[in-house]
């Protein structure tokens, strides 16, 4: 089932969720306080209107509570995103998200009630360092500031031809191995029986420093 957001602040990033949200086949209502803007979303998105964000009784009038979620799009006018987002809570938004331009929006955003803050430029530019730091860390997903998840590309030729027991890798690197992408065949909680052959992609579950640490000794 669909489920209902509104983009405020049709930027290159809220103007690229705004469409990736409809491909998606969400509702969306789009605001932005630039007439242009508007005119061309308003084919795209499920509603689009022209409103100021920073003025509560624009934003009171659009019925925002009732919507799942509601995202932030304004970076470069920091006083407008803090104050869209403040009024946002206030009027009882269950759900706000709101796009930081740097570190210091982010902890205003986060002490004024933003439910989630992101960064786009700053996750992106960390995850394409990351790509190229460890070619062999397909997926990482942090779980808690301890823990994380990661899609480990085996090419190190230690590590090939003996299986998961003869590796020991739950006491010897303290990670559990969930899953396993092999050539032509995807196994869910793998036997210790199972052989690594190269280019086995393994699902590792454990610390983030386990998970990192074992990247790199398997690349
Ligand atoms: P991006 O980097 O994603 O392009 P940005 O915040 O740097 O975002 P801006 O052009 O400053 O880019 O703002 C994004 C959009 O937010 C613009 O379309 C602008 O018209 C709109 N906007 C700015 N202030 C308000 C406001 N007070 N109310 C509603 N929309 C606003
Ligand atoms: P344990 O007592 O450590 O659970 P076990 O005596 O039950 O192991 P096996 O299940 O045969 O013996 O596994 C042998 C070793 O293989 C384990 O000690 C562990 O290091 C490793 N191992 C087995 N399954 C996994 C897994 N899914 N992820 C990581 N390591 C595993
Ligand atoms: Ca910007």
Redo the contacts with the bound molecule.
Sequence with gaps: MAQTFAV?????????LLESLINDGQEVLA????QE?IQEYMDIATHAVI?????EDSLKELDLPSLEHVIV?????QQ??I??TILLKDLGCKHVIA?A?NNLHARVLSKIGADEVVR??HEMAQQVANRLVSPNLLNYITLSDEYSIGEIKISNFEFVNKTIADLDIRSEYGLNVIAIKAHESFIVAPEASYEIHIGDVLTVIGTCDNVQKFDRLVT
């Design positions: 405020i602040g049709l930027g290159r990033f809220g103007s690229s605001i932005d306080n630039n803007t409103a100021d964000a920073q003025d799009a304004i970076g470069h006018n407008a995103s104050l869209a796009k331009e786009p430029e």
